[in-house]
Antibody, heavy 120, light 107 residues
Framework: QVQLEQSGGEVKKPGASVKVSCKASGYSFTSYGICWVRQAPGEGLEWMGWISIYNGDTNYAQKFQGRVTMTTDTSTSTAYMELRSLRSDDTAMYYC?????????????WGQGTLVTVSS | DIQMTQSPSSLSASVGDRVTITCRAGQSISSYLNWYQQKPGKAPKVLIYAAFRLQSGVPSRFSGSGSGTDFTLTISSLQPEDFATYYCQQSYSTPYTFGQGTKVEIK
């Protein structure tokens, strides 16, 4: 069965970086994209960007341009999301999700989430 | 960015009720509209994609309709497991924005 297993929670100081991993199993990793969505405590969902596993192309939300990097390691079927220059308002649950579709894209399987806390 | 606005922000309903949630896009998005359900402490789960297509394994009491700028998610007969927050999301253009969510609570 399709599974996305994310790395554990992190506590970081303002200005630091965090790298969250998302290990995929149960499907052909290179056949789908991976997106990252975050959710601040008590708030809604925010799309951060996505990466094509097939060719490594990325598309980041303008809000995160210059601070986020999404990568993959096809040898381990793992996607990564690095966020730099962390601020307190980056405190959130970060989810990876599989992107499915050829015309109509949507996110059909999700990781369990990784809580990133930014605090001095 | 395309703004997605849901209404209402919350609603109270009873088991067996018919529930309708509305999502409006800031510009036409054709049928590039998805609906997700999220329960507390859990990741979202897709219910409907491409405006009206039911995701495999999702009960048929969930349905979606609309195109252009106005969309609806309908739950024909609310069940206890349906109390959750629902989000619409457009996949017409990046960034793939979400609505602010509609919390469905027990009356």
């Amino acid at each position: 069965q399709v599974q996305l297993e994310q790395s554990g929670g992190e506590v970081k100081k303002p200005g630091a970086s965090v790298k969250v991993s998302c290990k995929a199993s149960g499907y052909s990793f290179t056949s789908y994209g991976i997106c990252w969505v975050r959710q601040a405590p008590g708030e809604g969902l925010e799309w951060m960007g996505w990466i094509s596993i097939y060719n490594g192309d990325t598309n980041y939300a303008q809000k995160f341009q210059g601070r986020v990097t999404m990568t993959t390691d096809t040898s381990t079927s793992t996607a990564y999301m690095e966020l730099r220059s962390l601020r307190s308002d980056d405190t959130a649950m970060y989810y990876c999700a599989r992107v499915i579709g050829t015309t109509y894209y949507y996110f059909d399987f999700w990781g369990q989430g990784t809580l990133v806390t930014v605090s001095s | 960015d395309i703004q997605m606005t849901q209404s209402p922000s919350s609603l109270s309903a009873s088991v067996g009720d018919r529930v309708t949630i509305t999502c409006r896009a800031g510009q036409s998005i054709s049928s590039y509209l998805n609906w997700y359900q999220q329960k507390p402490g859990k990741a979202p789960k897709v219910l409907i994609y491409a405006a009206f297509r039911l995701q495999s394994g999702v009960p048929s009491r969930f349905s979606g309709s609309g195109s252009g700028t106005d969309f609806t998610l309908t739950i024909s007969s609310l069940q206890p497991e349906d109390f959750a927050t629902y989000y619409c999301q457009q996949s017409y253009s990046t960034p793939y924005t979400f609505g602010q969510g509609t919390k469905v609570e027990i009356k």
